[in-house]
């Protein structure tokens, strides 16, 4: 498995304090915890993943990169997360999650990349239900990335489970082309208000990356 750039933006777009515990919800190979202990001054990161040998997988590359004391993966279902946790609770959840619903082009529903593009272990509800469940009262920050074709959904649902949408920032792949990706912050049992952020085109006509 490699990682995609969809990772990359969402560990740019995720604030993490001193001291503070992260989750990352369907971790994959890990490289969401393995980018924001890069980033971060976050005291420890925790992945959790369903599938074994993606796990395995992240375990491997922790080690590899020598951060076994900041780093743990855990293999367990995203449905049944506030149960493998509890009673911890976290300061910051983070989610690169599958972004197309089950029935839309799925092919094989147990193919490893099938799982983490389509809803077939877990689903939005799933994963919003959780983090709910899981974030610090008051201050709990929830990063998502996602498809823009979802936002309303994902706001509704964000509501339903107290977590506030606070920033919201579209990516583009080019500047005269509608948004390919959306990136999301909510704070658990936030007040109302949002900010748009300016958005982040990502190639200019040449096809060269204008991120960097």
């Given at each position: 498995?490699?990682?995609?750039i969809?990772?990359?933006?969402?560990?740019?777009?995720?604030?993490?304090?001193?001291?503070?515990?992260?989750?990352?919800?369907?971790?994959?190979?890990?490289?969401?915890p393995?980018?924001?202990?890069?980033?971060?001054?976050?005291?420890?990161?925790?992945?959790?993943?369903?599938?074994?040998?993606?796990?395995?997988?992240?375990e491997?590359?922790?080690?590899?990169?020598?951060?076994?004391?900041?780093?743990?993966?855990?293999t367990?279902?995203?449905?049944?997360?506030?149960?493998?946790?509890?009673?911890?609770?976290?300061?910051?959840?983070?989610?690169?999650?599958?972004y197309?619903?089950?029935?839309?082009?799925?092919?094989?529903?147990?193919?490893?990349?099938a799982?983490?593009?389509?809803?077939v272990?877990?689903?939005?509800?799933?994963?919003?239900r959780?983090?709910?469940?899981?974030l610090?009262?008051?201050?709990?920050?929830?990063?998502?990335?996602?498809?823009?074709?979802?936002?309303?959904?994902?706001?509704?649902?964000?509501?339903?489970?107290?977590?506030?949408?606070?920033?919201?920032?579209?990516?583009?792949?080019?500047?005269?082309?509608?948004?390919?990706?959306v990136?999301?912050?909510?704070?658990?049992?936030?007040?109302?208000?949002?900010?748009?952020?300016?958005?982040?085109?990502?190639?200019?006509?040449?096809?060269?990356?204008?991120?960097?």
């Amino acid at each position: 498995f490699c990682f995609g750039i969809d990772a990359v933006l969402l560990s740019d777009f995720v604030r993490v304090k001193k001291d503070e515990t992260v989750l990352d919800l369907g971790t994959g190979t890990g490289i969401l915890p393995i980018l924001l202990a890069a980033k971060t001054r976050g005291k420890h990161f925790t992945g959790l993943e369903i599938q074994a040998e993606s796990a395995d997988m992240a375990e491997r590359s922790v080690e590899h990169n020598r951060l076994g004391d900041q780093i743990d993966i855990v293999t367990g279902d995203i449905k049944e997360a506030a149960e493998i946790f509890r009673p911890a609770f976290f300061d910051v959840i983070v989610t690169n999650p599958p972004y197309m619903l089950s029935e839309h082009g799925l092919q094989n529903p147990q193919d490893a990349k099938a799982i983490a593009r389509h809803e077939v272990l877990c689903t939005l509800d799933d994963i919003l239900r959780e983090s709910g469940k899981l974030l610090q009262e008051s201050k709990g920050r929830f990063y998502m990335i996602h498809k823009p074709f979802r936002l309303a959904e994902i706001i509704i649902k964000m509501n339903q489970y107290k977590i506030e949408p606070k920033r919201i920032q579209f990516i583009h792949p080019y500047v005269d082309k509608e948004p390919s990706m959306v990136l999301i912050e909510g704070i658990k049992g936030g007040k109302s208000r949002v900010k748009i952020e300016a958005p982040v085109i990502m190639y200019d006509r040449g096809g060269r990356d204008s991120c960097s």
